[in-house]
């Protein structure tokens, strides 16, 4: 009865899932007829008209950017509170985002600054490039942490003070920098599936599901960490190596949706929760599963959420603020009772 | 036969410092074996080396005589299962999903349950009196029925050895028997080998087919292993469970307090046996002596009538209607008689 409820939920977030993406298609910020995105879509359209390139280089790359990393994130955030055991836990404790923003505030910076001396390939990456340099370089530094940290928390405490110490840099780094850089890093923070192009979409893309796929065998193991190391130990688990492969999924996953779509707050946090909740599971071969579908539905949601505004477009984790944090607050009072935080 | 588990040559400690040097222990199928010893004695230590989970400063753990550094993970959580103390209130977790974890270390990659798995989740549910309550939430039971459940999910993994690091803590008296009782049987009906770290010293002595005691008062401190009657014979556990202020009674498996006056009460033995005891209880409870020696100075029986209970002494007689009244008065006369001693 209750697998039946479960599978019932996520055959409906795939549903949900598709139905969003197909809204992503039609409804946007320019209108295009519904007759016309069709023709779009099947090719009908030559390639240069108007409609064909909003649809298919603007609002098809765009639904599939927040469908890839609202799975992603919410697959990081799941990961990230299983294994540090700790609700509040979510794919940008370890660091990796501030390592991407550090990334794009260099990036922002070195543009102007380096200008004199002719634009140099590595100074050329663009905003998506020093995020996923510095997500990457944030990456190693915390892998190579969790090999010589023992516990769980103590990395958990490694990588919030990291993301502080990173953090700290990048205000040092704005305080030099002109108006109008502030004014692109501050932007690039407020978050947007719409930023990232087919190149870029299509390149991460592809290493998102490969990660995303990789996280399906981290099911069972993960089963075990919810009891702690020591007895996911006791259950034949390789604490150790599954702990880094946990790292490793979860922090490329937040290293690549942060490069796609810059830091996005809360889905992390509460999509993996709502999960939880609707299931009334905490087993990952339920969770992890809607987790990815769930995740692709709340990012949906909150980018068409941005639309909302008429031609103002409103920051997406204006978006994703407004709604998580309530949900969290809601989960906790009321959750509170029934023991799910 | 080769023991199931064994200790050779062991020493246990933190860091470089050892607690218990020249261990060598030995579990057989079927045998049911309690660990006792006071706090930070290692009993912890030497159950997490047991399982695997820990190491020790020296020497080898055995398992079928073939030493645990050289097993698989895999293969000795498919051998050996444990309970530990740290907390397994877990948000969300169900009681049905945490004795299905039992069976983590015989599914395939997905961790999807086979019948078998099933059913011995079901078999051990029943076994800790918990079938029905497979959807309850854990941080929603009581410490005590989480403590069940941590016992099934162990049970649940059907091993060879199953230890378990104070298996009745929050219990309530009657599960702590029965707790015991079920290790027992474990032990007895289906050949595991059981091995717990107990508080409980008068129900680890009354079920234990054998008793580790830990000495920590023995120098160089060591481990005493013997039946719990040649134990309590011996004198061993009253000496590791003693202290200035307490002392283990070895014949009642109580404990006594050695505080207050000390002060000889003479109990008339009368017919009642309940009665007697528990008069005996009172007055050790306040700080006397009972004695059965006539010179004592005060002395506490029942009345003719068989309704009170006359107490005499250096200062009057009294006739007092329950034991409360009697202790009471006790303790002021004893406060009387020794002002200095107690100040």
Same mark, same amino acid.
């Given at each position: 009865?209750?697998?039946?409820?479960?599978?019932?939920?996520?055959?409906?977030?795939?549903?949900?899932?598709?139905?969003?993406?197909?809204?992503?298609?039609?409804? %946007?910020?320019?209108?295009?007829?519904?007759?016309?995105?069709?023709?779009?879509?099947?090719?009908?359209?030559?390639?240069?008209?108007?409609?064909?390139?909003?649809?298919?280089?603007?609002?098809?790359?765009?639904?599939?950017?927040?469908?890839?990393?609202?799975?992603?994130?919410?697959?990081? *955030?799941?990961?990230?509170?299983?294994?540090?055991?700790?609700?509040?836990?979510?794919?940008?404790?370890? %660091?990796?985002?501030?390592?991407?923003?550090?990334?794009?505030?260099?990036?922002?910076?070195?543009?102007?600054?380096?200008?004199?001396?002719?634009?140099? =390939?590595?100074?050329?990456? %663009?905003?998506?490039?020093?995020?996923?340099?510095?997500?990457?370089?944030?990456?190693?530094?915390?892998?190579?942490?969790?090999?010589?940290?023992?516990?769980?928390?103590?990395?958990?405490?490694? %990588?919030?003070?990291? *993301?502080?110490?990173?953090?700290?840099?990048?205000?040092?780094?704005?305080?030099?920098?002109?108006?109008?850089?502030?004014?692109?890093?501050?932007?690039? *923070?407020?978050?947007?599936?719409?930023?990232?192009?087919?190149?870029?979409?299509?390149?991460?893309?592809?290493?998102?599901?490969?990660?995303?796929?990789?996280?399906?065998?981290?099911?069972? =193991?993960?089963?075990?960490?919810?009891?702690?190391?020591?007895?996911?130990?006791?259950?034949?688990?390789?604490?150790?190596?599954?702990?880094?492969?946990?790292?490793?999924?979860?922090?490329?996953?937040?290293?690549?949706?942060?490069?796609?779509?810059?830091?996005?707050?809360?889905?992390?946090?509460?999509? =993996?929760?709502?999960?939880?909740?609707?299931?009334?599971?905490?087993?990952?071969?339920?969770?992890?599963?809607?987790?990815?579908?769930?995740?692709?539905?709340?990012?949906?949601?909150?980018?068409?959420?941005?639309?909302?505004?008429?031609?103002?477009?409103?920051?997406?984790?204006?978006?994703?603020?407004?709604?998580?944090? =309530?949900?969290?607050?809601?989960?906790?009072?009321?959750?509170?009772?029934?023991?799910?935080? | 036969?080769?023991?199931?588990?064994? $200790?050779?040559?062991? +020493?246990?400690?933190?860091?470089?410092?050892?607690?218990?040097?020249?261990?060598?222990?030995?579990?057989?199928?079927?045998?049911?074996?309690?660990?006792?010893?006071?706090?930070?004695?290692?009993?912890?230590?030497?159950?997490?080396?047991?399982?695997?989970?820990?190491?020790?400063? +020296?020497?080898?753990?055995?398992?079928?005589?073939?030493?645990?550094?050289?097993?698989?993970?895999?293969?000795?959580?498919?051998?050996?299962?444990?309970?530990?103390?740290?907390?397994?209130?877990?948000?969300?977790?169900?009681?049905?999903?945490?004795?299905?974890?039992?069976?983590?270390?015989?599914?395939?990659?997905?961790?999807?349950? +086979?019948?078998?798995?099933?059913?011995?989740?079901?078999?051990?549910?029943?076994?800790?009196?918990?079938?029905?309550?497979?959807?309850?939430?854990?941080?929603?039971?009581?410490?005590?029925?989480?403590?069940?459940?941590?016992?099934?999910?162990?049970?649940?993994?059907?091993?060879?050895?199953?230890?378990? #690091?104070?298996?009745?803590?929050?219990?309530?008296?009657?599960?702590?028997?029965?707790?015991?009782?079920?290790?027992?049987?474990?032990?007895?009906?289906?050949?595991?080998?059981?091995?717990?770290?107990? /508080? #409980?010293? #008068?129900?680890?002595?009354?079920?234990?087919?054998?008793?580790?005691?830990?000495?920590?008062?023995?120098?160089?401190?060591?481990?005493?292993?013997?039946?719990?009657?040649?134990?309590?014979?011996?004198?061993?556990?009253?000496?590791?469970?003693?202290?200035?202020?307490?002392?283990?009674?070895?014949?009642?498996?109580?404990?006594?307090?050695?505080?207050?006056?000390?002060?000889?009460? /003479?109990?008339?033995?009368?017919?009642?046996?309940?009665?007697?005891?528990?008069?005996?209880?009172?007055?050790?409870?306040?700080?006397?002596?009972?004695?059965?020696?006539?010179?004592?100075?005060?002395?506490?029986?029942?009345?003719?009538?068989?309704?009170?209970?006359?107490?005499?002494?250096?200062?009057?007689?009294?006739?007092?209607?329950?034991? #409360?009244? $009697?202790?009471?008065?006790?303790?002021?006369?004893?406060?009387?008689?020794?002002?200095?001693?107690?100040?």
């Amino acid at each position: 009865m209750k697998d039946r409820i479960r599978r019932h939920l996520l055959s409906l977030f795939v549903v949900l899932a598709a139905g969003l993406f197909v809204a992503e298609l039609f409804w %946007g910020t320019s209108f295009v007829s519904a007759g016309n995105v069709v023709a779009a879509l099947s090719g009908r359209l030559p390639p240069d008209a108007g409609a064909t390139r909003i649809v298919i280089d603007v609002r098809l790359p765009r639904a599939v950017s927040a469908l890839l990393c609202g799975a992603a994130l919410s697959v990081s *955030g799941i990961l990230m509170q299983t294994l540090f055991r700790n609700p509040l836990a979510g794919p940008d404790v370890l %660091g990796v985002t501030s390592g991407a923003s550090l990334g794009v505030a260099l990036s922002i910076l070195g543009a102007k600054a380096f200008a004199g001396f002719g634009a140099s =390939p590595l100074l050329d990456l %663009g905003l998506g490039g020093g995020a996923i340099l510095g997500a990457l370089l944030s990456m190693s530094v915390v892998l190579a942490a969790a090999r010589h940290v023992r516990d769980g928390a103590g990395l958990l405490v490694f %990588g919030v003070m990291f *993301g502080f110490a990173v953090s700290a840099l990048v205000s040092v780094l704005l305080s030099w920098a002109l108006p109008d850089q502030v004014q692109r890093y501050v932007a690039w *923070g407020f978050g947007s599936f719409a930023s990232s192009g087919w190149d870029r979409v299509r390149g991460l893309g592809v290493v998102m599901i490969v990660a995303l796929a990789a996280s399906i065998p981290l099911m069972k =193991p993960c089963n075990a960490l919810l009891l702690g190391e020591t007895y996911a130990a006791s259950l034949g688990v390789d604490v150790r190596f599954i702990r880094f492969a946990v790292i490793c999924v979860a922090s490329v996953l937040a290293g690549l949706t942060t490069a796609l779509s810059g830091p996005v707050a809360f889905i992390g946090i509460a999509a =993996p929760h709502m999960c939880r909740m609707m299931a009334s599971s905490t087993d990952h071969r339920i969770v992890l599963p809607l987790g990815i579908a769930a995740g692709g539905v709340v990012a949906l949601l909150a980018d068409l959420g941005t639309r909302l505004g008429g031609s103002t477009v409103i920051p997406l984790n204006v978006v994703t603020s407004l709604l998580g944090a =309530p949900f969290i607050i809601w989960l906790i009072l009321a959750g509170g009772r029934r023991s799910r935080i | 036969m080769t023991p199931v588990l064994a $200790v050779r040559d062991g +020493s246990i400690g933190y860091g470089s410092v050892s607690l218990v040097r020249d261990l060598n222990l030995a579990v057989e199928a079927g045998e049911f074996i309690c660990l006792l010893g006071p706090n930070g004695a290692g009993k912890t230590t030497l159950l997490r080396a047991l399982a695997g989970l820990g190491a020790l400063l +020296s020497g080898d753990v055995l398992l079928d005589g073939r030493s645990l550094r050289r097993c698989s993970r895999a293969t000795v959580s498919t051998r050996i299962a444990v309970v530990l103390t740290e907390s397994l209130a877990i948000p969300g977790m169900t009681v049905g999903e945490l004795v299905r974890l039992g069976r983590h270390p015989f599914t395939d990659w997905k961790g999807s349950l +086979s019948d078998a798995d099933l059913s011995a989740v079901r078999k051990a549910l029943a076994v800790m009196d918990l079938s029905g309550w497979e959807d309850r939430v854990l941080p929603e039971l009581s410490d005590g029925e989480r403590q069940r459940a941590a016992i099934a999910r162990a049970l649940a993994q059907e091993s060879d050895v199953l230890l378990l #690091d104070e298996p009745t803590t929050y219990l309530d008296l009657t599960h702590r028997a029965e707790v015991l009782r079920i290790l027992r049987d474990v032990a007895w009906t289906e050949g595991r080998a059981v091995v717990a770290a107990l /508080h #409980d010293l #008068d129900l680890a002595l009354r079920y234990a087919d054998r008793v580790w005691l830990f000495d920590p008062k023995a120098d160089p401190s060591r481990v005493i292993v013997g039946g719990p009657e040649d134990l309590l014979l011996s004198g061993a556990v009253e000496r590791v469970f003693s202290s200035r202020s307490v002392r283990y009674d070895p014949l009642d498996g109580t404990f006594e307090l050695r505080n207050g006056a000390r002060i000889p009460v /003479h109990i008339a033995k009368g017919t009642d046996e309940r009665l007697f005891r528990m008069s005996l209880r009172t007055v050790s409870r306040v700080g006397g002596v009972p004695t059965d020696r006539r010179e004592a100075r005060m002395s506490l029986a029942r009345s003719v009538s068989g309704e009170a209970w006359i107490l005499e002494g250096p200062d009057g007689r009294e006739s007092l209607g329950s034991l #409360d009244e $009697v202790a009471a008065s006790l303790r002021k006369r004893f406060a009387a008689a020794t002002p200095d001693e107690s100040r």
